[in-house]
């Protein structure tokens, strides 16, 4: 089981930036794709991004194409999120998940998931 800890949420205004990273122990880090999902107050769970086991390809939500870049180090075990040009609408819970391929990943059916981290996005 993969243990992840997210970090780097909080409170910023509409336009600026934001870097969310998670620390993954427990697993070989290298073997598992890792996404970013967020949850916002009574919506459903959604993909944000994901980053393949080495880091070759990466995948976004519609919306976060062009402001978010995943990217991982696999040196470090770390997955991070840099987010640009935020929106009040990019508002929610953050969430580092791992699983071993990118169609698990996005079913959200086996993966390991982090405490999440806190986005607010005033206007």
């Known amino acids: 089981q993969v243990q992840l800890v997210e970090s780097g949420g909080g409170l910023v205004q509409a336009g600026g930036s934001l870097r969310l990273s998670c620390a993954a122990s427990?697993?070989?880090?290298?073997?598992?794709?890792m996404a970013w999902f967020r949850q916002a107050p009574g919506q459903d769970r959604e993909f944000v991004a994901a980053i393949s086991t080495l880091g070759y390809t990466t995948y976004y939500a519609d919306s976060m194409k062009g402001r978010f870049t995943i990217s991982r180090d696999n040196a470090k075990n770390t997955v991070s999120l840099q987010m640009n040009n935020l929106k009040p609408e990019d508002t929610a819970h953050y969430y580092c998940?791992?699983?071993?391929?990118?169609?698990?990943?996005?079913?959200?059916?086996?993966?390991?998931w982090g405490q999440g981290t806190q986005v607010t996005v005033s206007s």
């Open positions: 427990g697993v070989t880090f290298s073997k598992y794709v």
């Open positions: 998940a791992a699983d071993l391929t990118i169609s698990s990943l996005r079913s959200m059916g086996t993966a390991s």
